[in-house]
């Protein structure tokens, strides 16, 4: 049976560019949306073309820069920002506009002070416009996780009918349960008429820790889009991690599902980012932190060193990292004493271990790493010792 291929929305340069202190001007917006091409995302948010002329210019130059991949702009419900949007997007190769409106009660009746009638007039006519300037229009129910799913699903057969070709189904707040935000998408799959000629993507947030989780139930149930971010980043808590959804597809072969990311590359397009935004990475972030292959236990470096696969699930060279680290610390047992002394160029008899082990335990116990020097220093002066 033939994989479904998952289409990887990438908006770290919208979503994820809106993290206080997170600004990037046009070329490092270029540097990283040509990595994000080269990395074999399919859709790249661009940015926000209305907010202010420089997003405009920059959705503009990388429109003009990327020619595999489409550009996507983002809007709102209004004409002037589906206007600007087409301006900025009007010399790429692939251009998306990105459009849509809240429809959750809270955002109906509190933050738009509108009805349902309303919305979704509003939601039909934005896309009909969108679709005079573009082929690729993408809608978005901003709070649909928290969105009635009869109400839901009515607003979507009618931007359907509009002429959208992506229904984003975006857990705004990151509220929804798993198994709820799957059998929403179930539901809609099950409810709207003509969603079989649309893509149906997720765009979840991580306010509870279940990005990833949703994105992965929602693809489940019929999703064919995962909107994300390189290292997770987004409001608040964040977006969807790339790297974990990709690796999940990779690793997960009865989802039944691929994606189009080279993940040699992974590693480095996180570094990448992380510098241009100033925005370190983690060291337990899953795949791309600096522990995410790092060993200290004892028990879990015997495993690895005899066989990887024992606690790595992984392989590190996936991922564009060359290898595991066997970290030593007050944990760590004979066996990585010896393997990272043979690393080092030393090749210890089993009784000359037993005598390093306890001066290494000595020093590590006051220092949190041994470092090759410390290392070297330890078997150095056991030797002289045993030689005196």
């Known amino acids: 049976m033939d994989k479904d291929v998952i289409h990887i929305f990438d908006t770290t340069l919208r979503d994820g560019e809106q993290v206080p202190g997170c600004k990037l001007n046009t070329r490092e917006k270029l ?9 074999g995302v399919d859709i790249i948010e ?6 202010s002329p420089g997003d405009f210019e920059s959705v503009r130059a990388i429109a003009q820069l990327v020619k595999n991949a489409t550009v996507c702009g983002l809007s709102r419900a209004i004409p002037k920002d589906i206007e600007t949007a087409a301006a900025a997007l009007s ?10 409106i809240g429809t959750s009660d809270l955002h109906i009746f509190h933050k738009l002070n509108s009805s349902r009638d309303q919305i979704k007039e509003r939601a039909v006519a934005a896309v009909k416009l969108a679709k005079s300037f573009v082929e690729d229009v993408e809608f978005y129910a901003e709070d649909a996780g928290r969105t009635d799913n009869a109400y839901l699903a009515e607003v979507l057969e009618a931007v359907i009918k509009a002429g959208a070709t992506v229904l984003n189904i975006p857990d705004t707040t990151g509220y929804c349960l798993p198994d709820e935000y799957g059998a929403k998408i179930r539901y809609l799959k099950e ?21 990833t989780a949703n994105s992965i139930a929602g693809v489940q149930n019929g999703a064919r889009q995962i909107e994300c971010t390189i290292n997770g980043l987004g409001e608040r808590a964040g977006n969807t991690a790339l790297e974990e959804v990709v690796m999940i597809m990779r690793q997960h072969p009865g989802l039944n599902c691929t994606n189009n990311i080279n993940t040699q590359m992974l590693t480095g397009v996180s570094k990448l980012v992380s510098d241009r935004m100033g925005m370190p990475v983690q060291p ?17 470096q015997d495993g690895v060193i005899k ?10 060279l996936d991922v564009g990292v060359d290898h595991s680290k066997i970290v030593l610390t007050a944990r760590s047992g004979r066996a990585a004493l010896a393997y990272r002394a043979k690393e080092i160029g030393f090749d210890l008899s089993k009784v000359e271990l037993d005598h390093i082990y306890q001066d290494f335990l000595l020093v590590a ?18 030797r002289k010792k045993v030689s005196v």
């Open 191 to 211: 409810h709207v008429r003509g969603i079989d000629r649309v893509i149906i993507s997720t765009h979840c947030h991580n306010d509870l820790g279940l990005a």
């Open 284 to 300: 337990n972030k899953a795949i791309v932190g600096a522990n995410a292959f790092a060993h200290s236990s004892g028990i879990h």
């Open 307 to 316: 066989k990887r696969e024992t606690y790595e699930i992984i392989n590190p």
């Open 46 to 51: 661009a940015g926000f073309p209305v907010s």
């Open 91 to 100: 010399q790429a190769v692939r251009p998306r506009i990105h459009t849509g």
């Open 31 to 39: 540097e990283i949306a040509a990595q994000l091409e080269a990395l």
């Open 365 to 382: 116990d006051q220092k949190k790493e041994v470092d090759n020097h410390d290392l070297e220093g330890i078997i150095t002066k056991s």
